[in-house]
């Protein structure tokens, strides 16, 4: 408490050991999001950037972890939103091809594909629970959005994603 | 249902890359860079004020005594 209304004033002594304290946690948010170590790094210093700036408006008494993550979260989305579609950062094993390696390939392109036809707002909150399998209320508080909103959020990717699937020739039950 | 979902979300975390979420390294010292990159802004009540500073000694320039008086 006395340290967040240190932050609040501006001390940057008290800043400093918030960022050393909280820096992993905003990180491992960011990166679940952007999927990309460099990129998420930046936007983990930007988000600190704007946490200092936004100083101000913190109350003391609030929870700092929660606000930071929602601030996180914010920039991340932007991020996603902005960025062209990504190429595949999965590694390949060596060696000659196999007819069944080639299948399984394809098929995890197809997924991969849906999946980035998401809209925006269903690939984040498809991401955080399916992939990541965070837990809905976690997910809710980072986006500022209520529990049934990413249900239904994660409903319509799923159904979403089925469908394409459907299309492409496989057949997710 | 249940099980529907549960074949989707472990097909997507096969074609998914996991990403490692441990910080490689300590970002206070990028973090402090960035702080210092930032431009001091000047609210535009402050420019307006000293803009009608500025027009008053070009009008009143006797007043500089005054201001220098207060200063």
Redesign the interface.
């Known amino acids: 408490m006395e340290l967040l209304r240190r932050f609040a004033l501006g001390e940057i002594e008290a800043f400093e050991v918030l960022v050393r304290q909280f820096q992993g946690d905003i990180y491992a948010w960011t990166v679940r999001i952007v999927r990309d170590p460099g990129v998420a790094e930046d936007l983990t210093v930007e988000t600190l950037w704007r946490i200092y700036r936004a100083r101000h408006h913190f109350r003391p008494d609030g929870n700092f972890g929660a606000w930071a993550r929602r601030i996180a979260t914010n920039l991340a989305i932007d991020h996603v939103r902005c960025r062209r579609p990504e190429q595949s950062l999965v590694t390949e094993p060596a060696g000659a091809a196999q007819p069944d390696y080639l299948q399984q390939r394809d098929t995890r392109d197809s997924i991969r594909d849906a999946f980035h036809r998401l809209p925006v707002k269903l690939r984040v909150v498809a991401t955080l629970a399916l992939v990541e399998e965070r837990q809905y209320n976690e997910i809710a508080d980072a986006l500022g959005i209520s529990v049934g909103a990413v249900k239904v959020r994660v409903f319509r990717a799923i159904r979403s994603l089925r469908k394409w699937l459907t299309q492409a020739g496989l057949n997710p039950q | 249902m249940v099980?529907?979902?549960r074949?989707?979300?472990d097909?997507?975390?096969?074609?998914?890359?996991p990403?490692?979420?441990?910080?490689?390294?300590?970002?206070?010292p990028?973090?402090l860079r960035?702080?210092d990159a930032?431009p001091v802004r000047v609210p535009w009540y402050d420019w307006a004020l000293a803009g009608l500073s500025v027009a008053a000694l070009l009008f009143f320039p006797r007043l500089v005594f005054v201001l220098a008086y207060h200063l």
Do not use: F, P
């Open positions: 099980e529907n979902e074949e989707l979300r097909a997507l975390k096969q074609s998914i890359s990403v490692n979420t441990e910080l490689a390294r300590d970002l206070w990028a973090v960035r702080l930032t």
